[in-house]
Nanobody, 115 residues
C-alpha cells in the first residue's frame, strides 16, 4: 500500500523560505509522477508543481522562479523548495503520486506566510 507523508510546513515571514518534504512508502516511487498541490481557504485545490519519473518539471505561473520541486529516488522523497514566500502562498500543501490509474494523496501540511 502506498502512503504519502508530508512535513516541513509552518509559519514563515514574507520573503522567507521553507522546504516541504513528502516521504513515500512502497516500491513505485521512482516510476511515478510526483506533484505538489495547494488549497488556500475558500479556494479550489491547485497544482503547484510536478516532476516526472524522468525529472521533467512543470510549475504554476504564480510560483515560477520562486519554488523548485526535486526528488530523491534513493530516499523515496519529493521536495518543494519555496523561496521569496508571499502571504498569498498561505495554504495547505498536498503531496500527490500518480502512476497509471493509481493516484494517492497525502494529508497535507499547512504553510502560513505572515508577519
Amino acid at each position: 500500500q502506498v502512503q504519502l507523508v508530508e512535513s516541513g510546513g509552518g509559519l514563515v515571514q514574507p520573503g522567507g523560505s521553507l522546504r516541504l518534504s513528502c516521504a513515500v512508502s512502497g516500491t513505485i516511487f521512482s516510476i511515478s509522477t510526483m506533484a505538489w498541490y495547494r488549497q488556500a481557504p475558500g479556494k479550489e485545490r491547485e497544482l503547484v508543481a510536478h516532476i516526472t519519473s524522468t525529472y521533467n518539471t512543470n510549475y504554476a505561473d504564480s510560483v515560477k522562479g520562486r519554488f523548485t520541486i526535486s526528488r530523491d529516488n534513493a530516499k523515496n522523497t519529493v521536495y518543494l523548495h519555496m523561496n521569496s514566500l508571499k502571504p498569498e502562498d498561505t495554504a495547505v500543501y498536498y503531496c500527490n503520486l500518480r502512476r497509471g490509474n493509481l493516484e494517492v494523496w497525502g494529508r497535507g501540511t499547512l504553510v502560513t506566510v505572515s508577519s
